[in-house]
């Protein structure tokens, strides 16, 4: 399997490196750190990824600017960046699934006891909000590829370092 990994170092990207490792696919990473393993390709940025004939069997984007990593009036810039370079990249290459995580912040101020993809979203932060637009370009691009699409709204992450 040809996976492409956003965000690798992260706390879900690492944990992601680990699972590829493990079921020993070929992997290409997206981070400004070196990956886990000297097998797996790194880049930078998507940008950086020139040969149009790879296919990619799964990406999963887990880069975003948080609460956690970037100063919170910068999030809104920075997450739609990457957002548009990710719609990009999936025009432009053949990916047969995405997996973008989001992030529960979409749905904003909650008032209801369950939560589900019809459940409207109620003034979100800056942040939420940024991951909801993303949502929707990548969906989009995913339909004009045909390729399939999962998204996760993860709540708060809990790790070491980690405030939540």
Request: proline share 3%; glycine share 6%.
């Amino acid at each position: 399997m040809k996976l492409l990994l956003t965000g690798a170092n992260g706390l879900v990207g690492r944990a992601c490196q680990i699972y590829a490792k493990k079921f020993n696919c070929d992997t290409t990473i997206i981070s400004s750190k070196k990956p886990l393993y000297k097998n797996f390709k790194c880049y930078k940025k998507l940008e950086d990824i020139q040969t149009l004939n790879i296919n990619y069997d799964l990406l999963i984007h887990c880069a975003a600017a948080t609460p956690n990593n970037s100063e919170f009036e910068e999030i809104f810039k920075i997450n739609r960046g990457i957002d548009k370079s990710l719609s990009e990249f999936i025009r432009k290459f053949s990916v047969r699934h995405v997996i973008y995580l989001s992030t529960m912040s979409v749905y904003g101020e909650i008032e209801v006891d369950v939560l589900n993809e019809k459940t409207e979203i109620n003034n979100p932060n800056q942040y939420g909000y940024s991951k909801f637009l993303g949502e929707i370009d990548v969906k989009d691009c995913c339909i004009q590829n045909k390729s399939r699409l999962t998204i996760l709204r993860l709540p708060g992450i809990v790790g070491k370092g980690m405030p939540n």
